[in-house]
């Protein structure tokens, strides 16, 4: 196979060494910025350069590969993916559309890079750390905003742009000078290295596009949309994942605190001083001294919200200490001792154990402010009865805030990932599925409109050799298959065209040899059948190149009535020789007589037609040999035939036939002068002949004269 010959592509391991000195000149310069505090990161300089030289899908790998090797000494730095990542795409597209040699261009493309590293990079430092990374950025900002009295926020955004425009327009620059000195081989093997054929050009691939169109539903779009889907459905399953551990863990680490507290109240809790409690309330001894152990307990645990202790009975709960709380920013009291409550539904299956004195699993309540952690840890006296039960609640709803920034940060993490995974997808799908086949089909679509046309087939096989798909899987395979497909077919096609070559001369010299037949019987009609052919070209191509009877008028009709001009007085074969070569004016029968040889070339051409079945040209030279002697008016014979009704071909020899009979000497007439001839041919436009043929007749007078001096001598 041809592949097999094919000489190994070394230029994706090119393009690899590019991408790796990309990422390492972004890092370098990055860890110089981080190591000492500078506001010029220049860590873009690869990216601008991959990006240019590569396209999409390398400039973007080497973004994101930046970040997340700078996160070795900047943890931070993986955030920033996306941002990196959207600053290649719009390198590349920009590149794709402009040229960035000029200066203007130049400044355009800076400008891009330095409004979505400025916007976006502000929007994450502001919402991850709620101030700009970078000290002499923060420094200037709060300068700023205390002197100007406007929020720090929109002069952070906008002095981020205003940084970021020397930033991008340096390492752009940098960029540009480094790919300039690059060898063309190099940079030629960058180029195509995404390419699995010949390197497309633009207006190729926008020949595809406008191709593509026309698909309702396109294998690109098909695999993205697969890749789209299975990466988001993977990330979507890794961070529920991560965020229910991590939910878990919180309320694992609350439902502890709060089991601690409760159980360090309990420990703590005078037990045969709660009903004293519950009767004289602050008033009792120790209860005040009690309340505040339990207040330092609350304290000492932030998580936990709610505390208070108690007395469990068969119509429900009397409160011994109930600890004044904070709800929704409002300070709430809490129970006075003595305080009686019912057992709240969700208690209410719970209710025996707590009776009992048991200890009950945590438990889980749900209210306006969020989740609650609800622990109960029984109170028991020296002779081991349960008097109490304190209960401790933890809120879930501290986590919040952190399971925001979490989310936040994990969503910035991976859609650098994402979003390089996607493009990945979106690169691999066209580089080795979408512009392949595109380019065979294309291709394919060339060779079969090609109609057998041997230079259009020709530079059609060419087109499909030259692509040199090397995709190393099955759409190579078919690309050779159908490259040696079409290769054996066009030599098929050649083979074929010789031989129809040599039966069409050996036809055309039958119909010679059959027209010399009668031509050696009419002794005054000499070459008449070459210039018969001549005359009928000349009018049947002038008609064509005016736009007359274009529905008529094919190359196949050409070749038709041209190949059968020399039939058209095969008729002439059956009369007789007094009559075909009296050097007199015929009498009325013998005209009669010489009428018939129409009739009879009709007899002889239906004869060849039955024998020779499907021939289009012998058709036509029916047409010929019956009719063209029918006139425009209707007076004509054999039939009397008017106007269009006449076959096209009869009417075209009828100028032919009798211009040359003008113009030609006979037995009984001498030749008339060329301008007498075509006198009586414009005479006849409109009456005897067709008005269209004589118009392009007359307009190709200088190919008829060269005609007439190649065959009439002194002419």
Avoid at 29 to 36: G, N, Q, V
Avoid at 200 to 217: D, F, I, P, Y
Avoid at 386 to 413: D, P, Q
Avoid at 606 to 621: D, H, M, P, Q, R
């Amino acid at each position: 196979m041809k592949s097999a010959t094919r000489k190994k592509n070394n230029s994706t391991w090119v393009c690899t060494i590019f991408i790796l000195i990309g990422i390492l000149v972004n890092a370098l310069f990055a860890y110089l910025s981080f190591r000492f505090n500078l506001p010029l990161f220049l860590d873009t300089i690869g990216t601008f350069a991959v990006a240019i030289a590569g396209g999409y899908f390398p400039g973007v790998l080497t973004a994101v590969m930046t970040n997340t090797v700078c996160s070795i000494f900047n943890q931070d730095a993986i955030y920033f993916g996306t941002v990196n990542a959207a600053i290649a795409l719009v390198a590349a597209e920009f590149v794709s559309k402009n040229n960035v040699k000029t200066k203007k261009n130049v400044a355009l493309l800076t400008l891009y890079a330095a409004l979505i590293s400025g916007i976006l990079g502000s929007i994450i430092q502001w919402r991850l750390f709620f101030a700009p990374q970078n000290s002499f950025v923060g420094d200037t900002v709060e300068v700023l905003a205390s002197y100007t009295g406007l929020p720090a926020y929109p002069i952070f955004v906008i002095f981020n742009i205003i940084v970021n425009i020397p930033d991008k327009g340096i390492a752009l620059v940098l960029a540009l000078i480094a790919i300039r000195f690059m060898p063309a081989g190099i940079l030629e093997k960058i180029k195509s290295s995404i390419w699995r054929q010949r390197t497309l050009s633009v207006s190729e691939r926008q020949t595809m596009r406008e191709w593509s169109k026309g698909n309702r539903h396109s294998v690109r779009i098909k695999m993205t949309l697969i890749i789209f889907g299975m990466s988001f459905v993977l990330v979507l399953i890794v961070f529920w994942i991560g965020m229910k551990i991590y939910t878990d863990n919180m309320i694992e680490q609350r439902t502890l605190i709060a089991e601690n507290a409760a159980n360090f109240a309990a420990e703590v809790m005078p037990a045969d001083s709660i009903d004293e409690f519950i009767k004289k309330g602050e008033e009792a001894e120790g209860y005040l001294e009690t309340k505040e152990l339990l207040y330092k307990i609350r304290g000492n645990e932030l998580a936990v919200s709610y505390l208070s202790v108690v007395k469990m009975s068969e119509a429900g709960m009397t409160y011994v200490f109930d600890l004044d709380y904070m709800e929704n920013g409002s300070y709430m009291e809490g129970y006075e001792p003595g305080s009686f409550s019912l057992f709240p539904e969700y208690l209410a299956e719970r209710k025996e154990s707590l009776l009992n004195g048991e200890k009950i699993d945590p438990i889980m309540l749900k209210d306006s402010g969020g989740l609650l952690v609800s622990l109960y840890s029984p109170v028991y006296n020296d002779k081991g009865l349960c008097v109490s039960y304190v209960i401790a609640e933890a809120r879930v709803e501290y986590v919040t805030s952190g399971v925001r920034n979490y989310v936040v940060r994990i969503v910035l993490m991976m859609s650098g990932f994402f979003f390089l995974t996607l493009l990945y997808g979106f690169f691999v799908t066209g580089a080795n599925l979408v512009y392949p086949i595109t380019s065979i089909v294309l291709a394919v679509e060339k060779f079969i409109s090609a109609g057998g046309e041997q230079k259009k087939m020709d530079e059609a096989l060419k087109l499909i050799r030259s692509l040199d798909i090397r995709t190393d899987d099955e759409v190579e395979k078919l690309y050779f298959a159908i490259s040696d497909m079409a290769a054996n077919q066009n030599e098929q096609m050649r083979s074929l065209r010789r031989y129809t070559e040599a039966t069409s001369k050996m036809q055309d010299g039958l119909i010679i040899t059959m027209a010399d037949l009668v031509e050696n019987r009419d002794s005054d009609t000499g070459a008449h059948i070459q210039k018969m052919a001549a005359y009928v070209k000349i009018i049947v191509e002038g008609l064509k190149k005016k736009g007359y009877y274009a529905e008529k008028i094919t190359p196949q009709f050409i070749s038709d009535i041209v190949r059968s001009a020399p039939l058209h007085d095969i008729g002439k074969i059956n009369i007789p020789d007094n009559v075909l070569n009296k050097p007199g004016k015929l009498t009325p029968e013998e005209y009669e007589i010489m009428k018939t040889h129409t009739t009879a070339g009709e007899k002889i051409m239906a004869k060849a037609i039955s024998t020779v079945e499907g021939e289009n040209y012998l058709k036509e030279a029916r047409n010929m040999a019956t009719y063209h002697h029918e006139r425009w008016d209707g007076k004509g014979y054999p039939e009397g035939l008017h106007g269009e009704v006449i076959p096209l071909s009869a009417r075209i020899t009828a100028v032919a036939d009798v211009f040359d009979a003008l113009t030609s000497p006979r037995v009984y007439k001498p030749a008339f002068p060329i301008e007498e001839a075509l006198a009586m041919i414009e005479e006849g436009s409109g009456t005897q002949f067709d008005p269209k043929c004589v118009e392009v007749f007359m307009d190709a007078l200088p190919e008829v004269k060269v005609i007439l001096r190649k065959y009439n001598e002194g002419v």
